[in-house]
């Protein structure tokens, strides 16, 4: 591959993101993949794994181009020849909340443009350990972590399996625009900043505005983790109530537990607005490794719907079938391929115009299956993607499935949630998923 790749759109609106959240005191804007492992690894073999893999695959020694060149102009990645892979780190604790706790703690941790991924180990008595594999989220998005996880962990012994070919690594969404002309690509963008500002005419509320005294820095999680059964009582419900449109379920219940959490601090808003990542990989065999491959589409409930399951199903279907009609999955694109053009200043004063600085309601997220099932020779227990906290609007919800079963990250920012609300969380979530009864009011959430 050659030495320079420019970032794609989604790419650099993650980095500027990244930037903006260092000015507002948090690590950055990186993401955790986490392997739960069903035995021990051997740390000298698992060091000399990650150097064949980094002299392997030039990506691995990607950092972000701070020539000046690199700084006036588009932000690249260029390949540093001469890096060797980051020692993985061990981590020993005791116990499964403090297991926990260690891997919310690195959510905390820098992972920088310069040094855009890393890998640590932790490692509890007598238990199996947990992969963490860290990286820039300008670097790859949930599903190419993914992959690039399961590759890492191939093969025998310190030896891999062969890498994608290097015109499967990559990917952007730009490619999509390649066949269309200047006329037709500033039309989609414009079409895209109307409907942006169009949902923008009614406001929107996050819960990291809904408290202003607090400076949420650093990510909390809880976790949901569905039974089989259950997983198979979600499914049921997605096939009668949601037309096997599953993310819809999911965004529904999330929201839910957002506007509660709203309601409970005396805000009502009139609608949320949630952007919803849609992979552009295709269904089966994609090989790609690095990239933000995929669009968003920004998706408005109203008060008056949000909490009428048919209404509810039937408003996000709507706007769906609205954002094919109108192309505006394309035309996301197009708006952040010509946004990577403009100086960082103007870029952030764009993006702070539709919703008064706010970025969403909250960021709900559904990357799929996972499909990493061994790592260095070990059978992987459990896995899934864990993202740090972006402030505003400081709440968010990554659902995943391994091994067929259902579960989801709740990230929110340190101080946002009371610990009794935070506890709550989880079960609230796990009802909505399920079409339980919703916890009581008192409840917080």
């Known amino acids: 591959m050659t030495s320079t790749v420019l970032l794609g759109g989604i790419d650099h609106f993650h980095l500027m993101n990244d930037r903006a959240m260092r000015a507002r005191g948090q690590a950055g804007n990186h993401c955790l993949y986490v392997l739960e492992l069903d035995g021990r690894l051997d740390l000298g073999r698992l060091a000399a794994r990650l150097e064949r893999a980094t002299r392997a695959l030039p990506e691995l020694r990607f950092r972000l181009d701070n020539s000046v060149l690199g700084r006036v102009g588009r932000p690249r990645w260029v390949v540093d020849h001469h890096r060797r892979a980051p020692e993985p780190r061990l981590h020993e604790v005791a116990g499964e909340r403090e297991r926990a706790a260690r891997i919310e703690a690195l959510l905390a941790e820098r992972i920088s443009g310069e040094r855009p991924w890393a890998l640590d180990v932790v490692r509890g008595a007598g238990e199996g350990d947990t992969v963490v594999l860290r990286h820039h989220h300008a670097l790859t998005d949930g599903r190419g972590a993914d992959r690039l996880a399961a590759w890492l962990g191939s093969g025998s012994g310190d030896a891999l399996d062969d890498p994608p070919l290097r015109q499967e690594r990559h990917d952007a969404p730009e490619r999509l625009l390649a066949a269309m002309g200047r006329d037709e690509r500033l039309a989609l963008a414009r079409a895209y900043k109307a409907h942006v500002l169009a949902l923008g005419r009614a406001p929107i509320l996050s819960l990291a505005r809904a408290c202003p005294g607090v400076r949420a820095a650093t990510s909390r999680v809880a976790r949901l983790a569905l039974s089989a059964e259950e997983t198979r009582a979600f499914d049921l419900r997605v096939r009668q109530r949601a037309r096997l449109a599953e993310t819809s379920l999911m965004l529904i219940a999330a929201a839910r537990l957002a506007d509660r959490a709203l309601v409970a601090r005396g805000f009502a808003p009139t609608h949320h607005v949630v952007p919803l990542p849609l992979s552009l990989d295709p269904k089966g065999g994609s090989r790609r490794l690095f990239g933000n491959h995929l669009t968003m589409v920004l998706l408005s409930l109203g008060r008056d719907e949000l909490y009428d399951d048919a209404r509810a199903v039937a408003r996000v279907a709507e706007q769906q079938r609205a954002m094919v009609r109108d192309r505006l999955d394309l035309a ?55 993202p740090a906290v972006v402030t505003p609007p400081g709440f968010q919800v990554i659902f995943s499935r391994f091994g067929g079963r259902l579960s989801a990250s709740i990230v929110y920012g340190d101080g946002l949630l009371r610990p009794d609300e935070a506890a709550a969380m989880p079960g609230a979530l796990r009802a909505e998923l399920l079409g339980e009864p919703a916890p009581p009011a008192g409840g917080g959430v």
């Open 332 to 386: 996301m694109i197009a708006a952040l391929d010509l946004a990577r053009w403009l100086p960082g200043p103007v870029y952030r004063w764009l993006g702070d115009q539709p919703f008064e600085g706010e970025l969403a309601s909250l960021i709900v997220s559904n990357p799929g299956a996972v499909t990493v099932d061994r790592f260095a020779g070990l059978p992987v227990r459990s896995a899934y993607p864990l």
